[in-house]
């Protein structure tokens, strides 16, 4: 493991350094913590071939597919949460050959369990699912195993072992030890399946911070490759404590997907048109109202 | 109408698999009526959550303040779901068939969709392992046809075998709650049948929202329309922006 202080890097750094065409790519969160600014310099950068996974692609997906970062996408759910579609992902998938996108589908239990597999380094995962159903038959990699004990088929997914998992969070140390707070998702499962880790969070904290309440940690520094500390760099998703989800955008979403060509006047104005995210943020000060109130909890005793 | 009725099929202390939209708006009216101890579990890992404002999605940060515990996903699908402890599970779909499958995947063929929709994300589960389900869609002849496109949650009798044989932990969709009618699971041929009628709608009315001849229970039930209790807290307190009541 390399020492401590290099683990922290500007964005543009640790996408040139750990994302490369051609990689699995798994940016998690489910709808919390969803980090649109990794998603954001993948695209700036322009990526190409990734394989996306995720359970719910949300809006980055669909940015980055609308962006042309993406050969395959695998995934659980697909839609604009609480809203609609993701008009590019359908124009993909509906309308093959304009821009052909793979894709490799589960349900969320499926895609909770394959990164089961990934973190635990089994090959495939158990799971009583997908009877009665026709995922199994568009997806040959759903498949069944009979139980050496009672003889029951179960089914089962294969493991899913990312090239580099991505993780937005309130906060780490510089080493990379994070720690979480508010809807959970299935991150830890993704970084340990993941063969490098990013970390980026709304604040970096001394270690000391993060010793001070251990139960708190989701992931361990020892898994972490990188460190981005990048405030409001979930936005327009959200951070517990720190601001709340930009629903207004999501609903705008709608509109601007529909249309390949605001799309493309979207990532030209707010991802190609910005070097990074502090100027993201600049263009639209009006994010502040989104700002969190507190809800402090008292904390615990860890004395013995 | 559609939101008050599923509300009552809760009971007190029941631990429900909520989804957004109606079945959201359904658990929080029950929870501020006959059923103040409902127990809230959302997919994104919020168990006993208890929303002060109406949660635009599954994933809303309004779940997590209050709630009695907050887990990640595969405690929920693993330790919650699989495990048995869900008693209730909604579902919804763009096509409800006469077995009760519901298809949230594609209209048309999987390789080249008419349309794509979203997909299971954890439907495909509930539907097999909550002890039953209650499904929530309007009625339309191509929202109920005789066969789904694609089963992403198992009915009835999905690809014609009922679900014990199928060894299915859950007992399937024991009603279909629509904006005109109750429908019912028939044990007997695993069909869904017509049970009980809203107020002002005739037998032909539900059937034209049906694409195969229904059958009716003898001696059909009459729901309650909603007390001004009922519609004073969803219109007033649950969901005063009308983010889901369109009607």
């Known amino acids: 493991m390399s020492d401590h202080a290099s683990k922290v890097m500007p964005m543009r750094d640790a996408i040139a350094r750990f994302v490369h065409d051609g990689d699995t790519v798994v940016i998690e969160g489910f709808t919390h913590l969803i980090c649109f600014a990794a998603g954001h310099e993948i695209i700036r950068q322009r990526r190409r071939d990734l394989t996306l996974a995720r359970l719910t692609p949300d809006l980055i997906y669909d940015q980055m597919i609308g962006a042309g970062c993406a050969r395959k996408l695998v995934f659980s759910w697909a839609g604009n949460p609480g809203v609609g579609s993701l008009h590019a992902f359908r124009r993909a998938v509906e309308a093959p050959g304009t821009a052909p996108l793979e894709i490799e589908e589960y349900s969320h239990f499926g895609m909770v369990a394959r990164f089961s597999a990934g973190a635990a380094r089994l090959p495939f ?74 970390v980026v969070v709304e604040e970096l904290v001394d270690e000391q911070a993060i010793r001070s309440d251990p139960n708190r940690t989701v992931i361990p520094g020892m898994i972490v490759d990188a460190v981005v500390v990048e405030p409001w760099g979930a936005h327009p998703s959200y951070a517990q404590g720190y601001y709340d989800r930009d629903n207004d955008f999501y609903v705008a979403w709608e509109d601007i997907s529909r249309s390949p060509d605001r799309l493309t006047r979207y990532l030209d104005e707010f991802v190609y048109g910005v070097p990074d995210r502090a100027a993201y943020l600049k263009k639209q000060p009006h994010v502040t109202r989104l700002k969190a109130k507190e809800r402090v909890c008292a904390g615990v005793n860890y004395g013995y | ?61 309004a779940l997590v303040t209050g709630s009695l515990m907050v887990c990640g996903m595969a405690d929920v699908f693993q330790c919650m779901l699989q495990n048995g402890r869900i008693e209730v599970g909604f579902l919804g779909g763009a096509q409800v068939d006469r077995y009760g499958n519901i298809n949230t995947t594609v209209i048309g063929p999987y390789a080249r969709p008419k349309v794509r929709l979203p997909g299971s994300g954890g439907a495909t589960e509930i539907a097999i392992h909550a002890r039953r389900t209650l499904i929530v869609a309007k009625l339309g002849p191509r929202a109920f046809p005789e066969r789904v496109d694609f089963v992403t949650s198992p009915g009835l ?23 005109k009618a109750i429908l019912e699971a028939d044990e007997a041929t695993g069909e869904i049948v017509l049970a009980a009628l809203y107020p002002g709608v005739s037998v032909p009315d539900v059937q034209a929202g049906v694409g195969w001849a229904l059958t009716c229970r003898s001696g059909l039930a009459a729901v309650a329309p909603p007390t001004p209790q009922e519609l004073r807290l969803l219109r007033d307190v649950l969901d005063p922006k009308r983010l889901f009541l369109k009607q």
């Open chain 1, 125 to 198: 995962w158990p799971l009583r699912d997908y009877m009665g159903t026709d995922l199994p038959r568009v997806n040959p990699r759903i498949k069944t195993v009979t139980c050496p004990y009672t003889g029951e088929d179960l089914a089962t997914v294969p493991a899913l072992n990312p090239d580099v998992t991505i993780v937005h969070a309130q906060r780490a140390d510089a080493d990379g030890n994070t720690q979480i707070w508010g809807l959970l998702g299935v991150q830890r499962e993704a970084a340990f399946a993941s063969a490098r880790v990013i």
């Open chain 2, 1 to 61: 109408m559609m939101a008050a009725v599923a509300a009552r099929e809760l009971r007190n202390g029941e631990v429900v698999f909520v989804g957004i939209g109606l079945p959201n708006l359904a658990c929080n009216l029950a929870r501020a009526t006959h059923a103040p101890r409902l127990v809230l579990i959302y997919e994104s890992g919020a168990v006993g959550a208890v929303p002060e404002r109406l949660p635009v999605s599954i994933g809303d940060p």
């Open chain 2, 157 to 179: 009798r999905p690809q014609g075998r009922l679900r014990r044989e199928l060894r299915m932990p859950g007992a399937g969709p024991v009603k279909v709650i629509t904006d």
